[in-house]
């Protein structure tokens, strides 16, 4: 007799499980057929209270659960190859579980990310969603954290600051004075929704000499990044690119830039890319319809990086990004 967990896989996961290595999920395990390529593996979990609010709508936790792994294989320079889920659930709603399995099929399918197992399993404590995702790169060619050198650009994608700016809308912390209904409701869908990078992976791949995605913020992940290559940067703040909505509260006094470039989940990438290899990394970014923007350098030394005001003052930053602990 099955038992309500094989009901609830067969029900709303079973069908997702378009790809041979999955089994059609009536395994303990998948396969993953080799390719002579390297496999990269992430892993990313998004908690009740932590990580969304409790009234978020499910199908945006599974857009948001999946797309902040693939944001990480995107600045590995890896093509996604597939993922397990794991659900933490205080019931097993068809009223939660039905849009929350249609967006996590839609978007594996727009990633080419399918599901290939995972495991549910009750809990009285908050909502849980963890995903591993694996991607694929040649030989030896993944971008790591450790090799960016002095002199080095330093590149981020897209804008900073939006999602923390979202949060703190939905927490009542911005009010409605402050925006008109379009500005935050593009601030808040880019806290919920990340677009990860991954239509820019393998530029990154061929230009990049260190990379990683920027969830903990910009200030913080950057540290992390050259602490990692044994090296320093500078940043000029003019140039960290912001959206207008960002902008505008910004210029208004209702939000600062410390919590913009530390309050977390962009999802961006940030990268250091060698001097001769910029342009054509531009170039690359600009086919990938992906932006760019050039915010520093690298440098000699081990000191943490030094963000520039526009008379070329260090900004002193109380916090360089968000932490669990």
Not at 58 to 65: G, T
Not at 166 to 192: M, T
Not at 196 to 214: G, K, T
Request: net charge negative; hydrophobic share 45%.
């Amino acid at each position: 007799m099955a038992s309500g967990e094989d009901d609830l896989i067969a029900r709303y996961f079973r069908p997702l499980a378009t790809d041979p290595g999955a089994l059609g999920l009536i395994d303990d395990a998948a396969l993953l057929k080799q390719s002579g390529d390297d496999l990269v593996v992430t892993t990313d979990a998004i908690v009740e209270g932590v990580h969304f609010l409790p009234n978020d709508p499910p199908d945006i936790l599974a857009r948001k659960a999946l797309r902040v792994n693939l944001s990480d294989l995107a600045a590995k320079g890896a093509v996604p190859a597939g993922f397990v889920l794991t659900l933490a659930l205080r019931e097993a709603s068809d009223e939660w579980l039905r849009p929350f399995a249609q967006a996590l099929g839609e978007d594996a399918t727009a990633f080419g990310c399918p599901v290939l197992g995972g495991d549910t399993v009750s809990t009285p404590g908050p909502l849980m969603i963890s995903i591993t995702a694996f991607g694929r790169v040649p030989p030896g060619r993944m971008v790591r954290r450790d090799g960016a050198t002095a002199g080095d650009r330093i590149a981020v994608t897209g804008t900073v600051g939006d999602a923390a700016l979202g949060l703190r809308i939905l927490k009542g912390q911005i009010g409605g004075e402050a925006l008109d209904v379009p500005s935050r409701d593009f601030l808040v869908q880019r806290y919920r929704v990340p677009q990860p990078r991954n239509a820019l992976a393998v530029a990154i791949r061929d230009h990049a000499s260190a990379a990683m995605d920027v969830s903990d913020g910009l200030a913080g992940d950057l540290a992390k990044l050259c602490a990692a290559s044994n090296v320093a940067a500078s940043v000029e703040m003019a140039t960290v690119p912001l959206s207008a909505p960002a902008r505008a509260l910004l210029a208004k006094g209702s939000a600062g830039i410390e919590t913009l470039i530390s309050g977390g989940d962009d999802y961006e990438v940030v990268c250091s890319v060698p001097e001769n290899q910029w342009d054509s990394f531009v170039a690359a970014a600009r086919r990938a319809d992906v932006p760019v923007s050039a915010i520093g350098r690298v440098a000699a030394g081990t000191a943490a990086p030094q963000f520039l005001d526009a008379s070329g003052k260090p900004v002193a930053l109380k916090r360089l990004s968000y932490s669990h602990f």
